[in-house]
């Protein structure tokens, strides 16, 4: 009961704070993703890179700053949308710097594995900074400001995995990835597809945001690529023998575990979403 308690109430508290960094205002998008997207790039550098030594600190700070820069360019650029455009070509070349950041730190450090340490911190860069950087292409569209597509993703993301959960736990028979993942399978699977259709039909009947054929393919989107990215990181899981990819939210593991399912649809889905804008 008391693991129970402990996790209700970190989710309450959890949705209180997507909700509120979502639709106070665009400031508070920008933080809450940015904030977001550091813990699971610490998360994931902690994986990866987890001896305890300050040079692997100091990896771990360059490979967060690295990750993070796609997202701090685009929403620097995104909010400065009428600026001076030389103010913009400044702030995007500031970036660049960062790149080689890594390979000029490995060089003095002296490392075993130099190219190794290297790709792991371009890696999270690839696997997290880039798909949260596209959320500013959703959300922004010139000079107007809109969350709900990013909500509803999220809700769509958040809720297949939860139906998986409930009818895999009920009528599950089926492993579907036994080398990686014991415990999904088959039913869950589609059961969570199912759930996931049916709340892309409520949320658009409900918000009038976009059309019900939009929804139909970010469901199948969410649906297909969603659980890729919940396989996935269980794949780097299972391969560095740990069961969680942090500890952030108690009875729910790190905040990589909650988002990876949405960070490996973020790709496909603003493909998506810009294509019919």
Request: glycine share 10%; hydrophobic share 55%.
């Amino acid at each position: 009961m008391k693991g129970l308690t402990r996790r209700a109430v970190t989710a309450a508290l959890f949705v209180i704070v997507m909700l509120t960094g979502l639709f106070v205002g665009k400031m508070s998008f920008i933080l809450l993703f940015a904030i977001i997207t550091t813990l699971c790039l610490w998360e994931f550098l902690s994986l990866v890179l987890h001896h305890d030594s300050r040079r692997d600190l100091i990896r771990k700070l360059i490979g967060v700053a690295f990750g993070l820069s796609p997202f701090v360019l685009f929403s620097v650029i995104h909010m400065a949308l009428g600026s001076d455009e030389h103010f913009i070509i400044i702030s995007s070349l500031l970036f660049f710097p960062l790149i080689f950041m890594a390979f000029v730190y490995e060089l003095f450090m002296q490392s075993e594995k130099p190219f190794q340490n290297v790709a792991f911190m371009v890696l999270g860069m690839v696997y997290i900074g880039a798909p949260f950087s596209l959320l500013t292409f959703i959300a922004f569209n010139g000079e107007s400001f809109n969350v709900w597509p990013i909500f509803g993703l999220l809700l769509l993301t958040w809720l297949n995995d939860t139906g998986a959960y409930l009818i895999g736990s009920k009528f599950g028979k089926t492993p579907l990835l036994p080398r990686i993942s014991p415990k999904k399978t088959w039913e869950g699977t589609l059961g969570g597809v199912a759930v996931t259709f049916l709340v892309g039909y409520l949320f658009c009947a409900a918000t009038g945001e976009l059309r019900l054929q939009d929804w139909m393919v970010l469901a199948a989107i969410v649906s297909v690529f969603g659980g890729i990215g919940d396989l996935i990181e269980s794949m780097l899981k299972r391969s560095l023998g740990v069961k969680d990819s942090g500890t952030l939210l108690p009875g729910h593991g790190g905040m990589l575990d909650r988002f990876d399912a949405f960070i490996f649809i973020l790709p496909f889905a603003a493909a998506y979403l810009l294509y019919i804008r």
